[in-house]
């Protein structure tokens, strides 16, 4: 019995330094990398700008690449295939928006509480522009406010916005805003629900002033997120007394650019 006893001692002492060897080479966990890239592509029925067509109610393909790093400071890109110039000015072919941004964001109070701000620049390459147009190119500076699942942004353009110009007086846009409330709220096995209400106003030109309003719903489905949404403006868009929001192309048809429509996409993050 006492050789027993000995023996499991002498074992018990020769295994303990053994594991501690076995801990101190186990390799240590990497660190977590501060740098965070990723890339996103869509697939829509149209392409809707604050609730505005784009794609005069054709599909649109979309996507963009992000960067951020853990102290909040991100830059990103963003591209989709557009319709408005081309249809509405002859001769002219720019069938993208290419977006370039950056900023900062971050959270605080237990991360209940966030905040954003930044500048996003709106390019159209274009060729046959024509003299005497004011080009679409467009800066806005934004700020954002968020607590949990409610947002509330606000942007405000440096320039002229989106090529308007005040008829008659031809009087600059400069300084127009758009106010933007959203929640999310995430439903549980995927689903989430959106509802969003902003205002577009354009200085100087109160008659291209408007409200949207959207209420939608996603499904995660592992390989990707499908949603559906309903989108609805009040832009004026009465094609017989030329308002702002009807667009005509140079086949002479009409399209209400600010009409209530059903939205279908299916995005992918990776």
């Known amino acids: 019995m006492k050789k027993l ?3 499991s001692a002498v074992a018990t002492a020769l295994a303990a330094p053994a594991a501690v060897f076995a801990q101190a080479a186990a ?6 990398s501060p740098h965070t890239f990723t890339g996103n592509v869509t697939l ?6 604050r609730g505005i067509a784009q794609t005069r109610g054709e599909p649109a393909i979309q996507g963009g690449f992000d960067y951020s790093h853990a102290s909040g400071l991100y830059v990103g890109t963003w591209a989709s295939n557009i319709s408005w110039l081309s249809d509405g000015l002859v001769g002219v072919t720019a069938p993208i928006e290419w977006d370039v941004y950056g900023g900062f964001k971050n959270s605080f ?6 905040y954003d ?5 709106y390019n159209y390459p274009a060729r046959g522009w024509p003299s005497g147009v004011a080009k679409p190119d467009t800066q806005e500076i934004y700020g954002a406010l968020s607590y949990k699942w409610l947002s509330l942004k606000y942007s405000v353009t440096l320039g002229n916005l989106f090529g308007f110009t005040v008829p008659v007086t031809g009087a600059k846009t400069s300084g127009s805003g758009y106010l933007d409330l959203t929640g999310t709220w995430d439903l549980g096995n ?12 354009v ?8 409200t949207d309003w959207k209420v939608g719903v996603t499904k995660d489905l592992g390989f990707g997120t499908v949603g559906l949404a309903y989108s609805d403006t009040d832009a004026k868009q009465n094609c017989t007394t030329g308002d702002p929001y009807c667009f005509v192309n140079t086949a002479g048809v ?11 996409t299916f995005g992918k993050t990776f």
Do not use: C, M, N
Not at 44 to 49: G, I, K, V
Not at 109 to 114: I, L
């Open 44 to 49: 829509a029925s149209e392409y809707l700008y």
């Open 117 to 121: 701000v930044g500048v996003l620049t």
């Open 109 to 114: 109070a237990g991360g209940d509480w966030g």
């Open 254 to 264: 009409t399209y209400q650019g600010g009409k209530g429509r059903v939205l279908l």
């Open 27 to 32: 390799p240590a966990a990497a660190p977590a």
């Open 5 to 7: 006893l000995l023996a």
């Open 190 to 201: 995927g689903l989430g629900l959106t509802a969003h209400i902003g205002h577009q106003d």
């Open 203 to 210: 200085r100087h030109f109160s008659a291209a002033s408007y």
